[in-house]
């Protein structure tokens, strides 16, 4: 899952104010209006995410599998 909006423009402000604040300026705000990511990293990242509901998928699969021995008993 991409990043919200923010934590990046909270990153650029945070840059930019220590670059420019020795020049005298000072960054009251940054607004990113789109992320828009190279397709090979929207390509990893999804497989990342698919990899983790995986896991998750696995995991919920053998706690009921447990529950259904248990419950046979």
């Known amino acids: 899952m991409l990043q919200t909006k923010d934590q990046p ?5 945070e840059q930019l104010s220590r670059q420019l604040s020795s020049f005298g300026y000072a960054i009251r705000n940054c607004l990113v209006t ?3 990511p190279d397709p090979r990293v ?3 990242m999804n ?3 698919a990899a983790q509901r995986l896991r998750v998928a696995a995991t919920d699969k053998a706690e009921a599998e447990e529950i259904m021995i248990h419950t046979e008993k």
Do not use: G, S
């Not at 423009?9 to 402000?13: G, M, R």
């Open 34 to 36: 789109d992320l828009n």
């Open 47 to 49: 497989e990342i995410n």
């Open 9 to 13: 423009a909270n990153n650029v402000k």
């Open 42 to 44: 929207k390509e990893k």
